[in-house]
T-cell receptor, first 113, second 115 residues
């Protein structure tokens, strides 16, 4: 069945460090891929998405490229800020699997000044 | 523009009781999704409603049910509550058409505690 696996946290970085949060997926068809972010005390927000292979989603300095050959959608940012501290969720929606939506377990990012 | 709203914010019940959670989608959105975020289990897809119909459900027992009203708001009902139902229940809404492929906008959640 469909699933999403993302790296366990917490991830602790210093400000201006490079960030990578790994995400790999298993899907029966051709899913859309998403990154959601949950800031402390707030609800989930869509960060970026990609709907087909080789698409790159980007927002707020974050990027992720839909890699069909490696079934991955890793989240990257060149220089993190303290305000990026949050929990990041990778997710997929598979239209060939009745449009079910699957989330990863979330990765907590702590950025220290 | 108002976001997705959920009520109540917190709910305390005892085992065997029933819980009703409510969600109002963003104006213009016809699809509503329910998720359970239990400690240690991540986000689990529960239900998807669109245009008043249940379109899909996750791997949850039938005591988890819901409905969508003509104004597109939605209720989630959990019958015969068990301790492991304690979780944050999130509602999301999206435009119609492609279901969960559309961007989903999440509410703040209802925290259910079963004693």
């Amino acid at each position: 069945g469909d699933s999403v696996t993302q790296m366990e946290g917490p991830v602790t970085l210093s400000e201006e460090a490079f960030l990578t949060i790994n995400c790999t997926y298993t899907a029966t068809g051709y899913p859309s891929l998403f990154w959601y972010v949950q800031y402390p005390g707030e609800g989930l927000q869509l960060l970026l998405k990609a709907t087909k292979a080789d698409d790159k989603g980007s927002n707020k300095g974050f990027e992720a490229t839909y890699r069909k050959e490696t079934t991955s959608f890793h989240l990257e940012k060149g220089s993190v800020q303290v305000s990026d501290s949050a929990v990041y969720f990778c997710a997929l929606s598979d239209r060939s699997n009745f449009n079910k939506f699957y989330f990863g377990s979330g990765t907590k990012l702590n950025v220290k000044p | 523009e108002a976001g997705v709203t959920q009520s109540p914010t917190h709910l305390i019940k005892t085992r065997g009781q029933q819980a009703t959670l409510r969600c109002s989608p963003i104006s213009g959105h016809t699809s509503v999704y329910w998720y359970q975020q239990a400690l240690g289990l991540g986000l689990q897809f529960l239900l998807w409603y669109d245009e008043g119909e249940e379109r899909n459900r996750g791997n949850f027992p039938p005591r988890f049910s819901g409905r969508q009203f003509p104004n597109y708001s939605s209720e989630l009902n959990v019958n015969a509550l068990e301790l492991e139902d304690s979780a944050l229940y999130l509602c999301a809404s999206s435009l119609a058409g492609q279901g969960p492929q559309e961007t989903q906008y999440f509410g703040p959640g209802t925290r259910l505690l079963v004693l």
